[in-house]
């Protein structure tokens, strides 16, 4: 759930945005938080078919927070930048084609940015590193994604919270894209952990997973945030996979209501439906209090 | 990139041993070994060591039987069957050799023992059919057992194997099916949490242990390696070698706890590969390679191999309640086990007790994970803090600290706390984390404790 402070200069204004300058500004500002008015942001994709559904207003939409309707107060679509957060294994069995894959998988994604879109880059073995923060200079992420080489163990839960992190600091739709070619055999935090800070957060992840391990984590953590996992063998085909997130996050809307007649604290089960012939996805829930 | 090496032990219903008829090149191998156990300096990669390291791993195999007959001998040479049994076998299987390979086996005992002159050494005439080299051993045997040691081959037997094993580790070779001679040890191994192959491996560490079932202590009538300060030494040093380089061997502690049941030391190494086996690495690997029909691993699901490294460790506290680092890794079992509140406890006690930052650290940063499961944030807070002023560059306590911001609705404290390590220039050297090492740390004297069981046998004639 974000907790958030009007400033009004986005195009969604009201509640929902915060960090309006920093985010058009890039890295120049540190972010800043607040808490004084609350609203739950929801991005969800609206299908029909398989074919995306343009032009639905707020009354087109249906929210209900555990079970109780909500007033949909602000509907947006391509309208508010997207910050856009790669979160890559950079693990030694990376190292070769696979981190060659990867770094033109990251180009053609960054290349696909809009002017006032914003990307980071954060990386993980055992190390994690933010190797570039949100940034609309694109040049300056994929100098990063070149310098980056594959050594080490794998700190996938430690590096997708990093990514968590990073993709909320700053205003603006944050899609979180964690790739791994592997299983978690050093972070700190457990993925139950990542998956609890993933709830209380609005970031969408989609998981790119490559090998024949089982990636539950990477998994439950794209379904909880209403993203999604592509699952591969191999990984000359990336760059087709990053761009379909991309365009497929670019689809959705971003709905914000302000939640009402139920409890603060605790899980909150979210059903997003439009009242007409479609398919919605959209995040399961959110977590609020601790 | 972390690697791993870790055995999985076969278990296979009905008779494993189809034992064939030894032949002369096995009786002639043996020979052979008893000269290259003679020879080998403890410790070293030489000739010995490196003629030994050559045989294939059906060559082991069927020494481990032949090994094990020579042992009867030395202790009976007047014996004529062989029973042997070897770890994990659910029933003893017979060796017969053919006359004449009998006699040449006697004599081979009666030149390991050093008991050349003795009624039953005599009447085979043992001494008249032994080359210079065997007399030489027999020579240096004799010396040893009037020193008061009866044990020369036996321990220098399992010295030159544990050599072998560690320094010049053979390849991995196909799986082969079918009954087979002598003991199989297969192996898989892992590379960051993936497996990478499986295999067999020369038995080595087998016939190691096995040799050491016979040493008989001064003054003992029987084989009791329980009583033996080396056999004990040999056990906590390569059983430290193993952790320390990843390379997990159930049977060897589940053999040193049989011997030795309440060594504080072998049963703290017992419940540390436990809680190795419980975590990530291990855990994925084994999930990611189904075990071939017939096998079965030994590592169990997580909370089973904590539930055992928990059993382990307390055993250890009980034998020895001054040893700080397993109550301190305890403490941890306890919190990964959903018992924060008895973590929390011996993770302070453990913190009293233990003085090396290192161990201060892992301490800490439990105590810290202790206290955020128990919902008291601000004594997690303060934990992880004590953790980050002990290693400024560590990663762990930083997220930690982070998360419990997050997990307080604190956005910007969850991003303040990132910041060292989000500020860090992704081209700096590797910081120092303790917590990337924690599954070997326990094993940081390996390599004193081997150097303390090789000394006594260096430089001996």
């Not at chain 1, 997130?245 to 939640?259: D, I, M, W």
């Not at chain 2, 004990?232 to 502690?253: C, F, I, K, P, V």
Request: net charge neutral; charged share 25%.
């Amino acid at each position: 759930m974000n907790v958030i402070a009007p400033r009004g200069c986005c195009g969604l204004g009201g509640a929902l945005v915060v960090w309006c300058s920093a985010a058009l500004a890039g890295q120049a500002q540190p972010p800043t938080f607040s808490a004084k008015v609350e609203a739950v942001r929801v991005d969800a994709l609206v299908t029909d078919r398989g074919q995306p559904v343009l032009g639905l207003k707020p009354s087109d939409f249906e929210v209900f927070d555990n079970g109780v309707p909500q007033q949909v107060d602000l509907v947006s679509y391509e309208q508010v930048p997207l910050n856009v957060v790669l979160a890559l294994d950079m693990s030694g069995s990376v190292a070769g084609d696979r981190l060659d894959h990867l770094r033109a998988a990251g180009g053609t994604l960054l290349s696909a940015l809009k002017k006032d879109d914003q990307a980071a880059l954060v990386t993980f073995s055992h190390v994690v590193t933010l190797a570039a923060r949100l940034t609309t200079d694109v040049a300056t992420v994929r100098d990063a994604l070149g310098r980056a080489v594959g050594v080490g163990s794998t700190a996938l839960a430690d590096g997708a919270y990093a990514g968590l992190i990073v993709g909320e600091s700053d205003v603006g739709r944050a899609l979180l894209i964690v790739f791994s070619d592997g299983l978690d055999t050093v972070s700190w935090l457990s993925p139950e952990i990542v998956i609890e800070t993933a709830k209380r957060s609005d970031v969408v992840v989609y998981g790119v997973a490559v090998g024949g391990g089982k990636p539950e984590f990477l998994r439950e953590l794209a379904s909880l945030t209403g993203g999604r996992l592509f699952e591969v063998d191999r990984t000359a085909n990336l760059s087709a996979i990053f761009l379909e997130v991309l365009q497929e996050f670019r689809q959705r809307y971003l709905l914000s209501y302000t939640p009402r007649g139920v409890a603060r604290d605790g899980w909150h089960r979210l059903e997003v439906k439009v009242r007409r012939r479609a398919t919605v996805k959209a995040r399961p829930g959110y977590l609020a209090g601790f | 990139m972390r690697r791993a090496v870790f055995a999985v032990f076969v278990v296979l219903a009905g008779p494993v041993w189809a034992l064939g008829q030894p032949n002369d090149d096995r009786v002639t191998r043996v020979e052979q070994w008893l000269k290259a156990v003679m020879r080998h300096e403890p410790g070293t990669t030489d000739d010995a060591a490196q003629r030994v390291a050559s045989w294939s791993a059906s060559d082991i195999r069927r020494l481990w039987i032949d090994a094990n007959a020579i042992a009867q001998l030395m202790r009976d040479p007047r014996r004529s069957g062989f029973q042997v049994k070897a770890e994990r076998q659910p029933a003893t299987q017979t060796v017969r050799y053919s006359t004449l390979q009998l006699m040449r086996m006697k004599a081979l005992a009666c030149a390991a023992s050093g008991n050349l002159s003795s009624p039953a050494c005599v009447e085979i005439r043992a001494a008249s059919s032994l080359d210079p080299d065997l007399v030489r051993l027999s020579a240096l045997a004799a010396a040893s057992r009037l020193g008061g040691d009866d044990n020369f081959v036996l321990r220098r037997g399992a010295l030159l194997h544990a050599d072998v094993a560690m320094l010049m580790p053979g390849r991995i070779e196909p799986m082969t099916g079918g009954a087979l001679d002598g003991p199989r040890q297969v192996r898989i191994h892992t590379s960051d949490g993936m497996p990478l192959d499986l295999g067999e491996v020369a038995p080595h560490w087998e016939v190691a242990r096995m040799l050491l079932d016979f040493v008989r202590p001064a003054g003992a009538a029987n084989p009791a390696p329980g009583l033996d300060d080396m056999v004990r030494l040999w056990y906590r040093s390569t059983a430290a070698w193993m952790q320390a380089r990843e390379q997990h061997d159930t049977d060897h502690l589940d053999r040193a706890r049989a011997i030795f049941p309440n060594d504080a030391d072998i049963l703290f190494l017992s419940a540390c590969q436990h809680e190795v086996y419980a975590g990530a690495p291990v855990q994925s690997a084994l999930r990611a390679m189904p075990v071939p029909t017939g096998m079965r691993s030994e590592v169990v699901p997580a909370r089973a191999e904590l539930q055992q490294a928990e059993t382990l460790f307390r055993r250890a506290l009980a034998a020895n309640p001054a040893m700080g680092e397993a109550r301190l890794r305890y403490g941890r079992v306890l919190l990964l086990l959903d018992r924060p509140a008895d973590a929390a406890n011996d993770l302070r006690k453990a913190l009293e007790m233990v003085t090396e930052d290192e161990l201060r650290y892992y301490g800490e940063l439990f105590l810290g994970g202790a206290e955020t499961a128990r919902r008291n944030f601000e004594a997690a807070r303060e934990a992880y803090g004590r953790a980050v002023r002990l290693y400024s560059e560590a990663q762990s306590p930083r997220i930690a600290l982070s998360e419990l911001a997050r997990r307080l609705g604190d956005r910007g404290g969850a991003w303040r706390e990132m910041q060292p390590i989000f500020e860090r220039p992704a081209i700096d050297a590797e910081p120092d984390e303790p917590w990337w090492r924690y599954f070997v740390v326990q094993a940081r004297n390996a390599d004193a404790l081997l150097e303390a069981l090789r000394r006594p046998f260096r430089n001996e004639p």
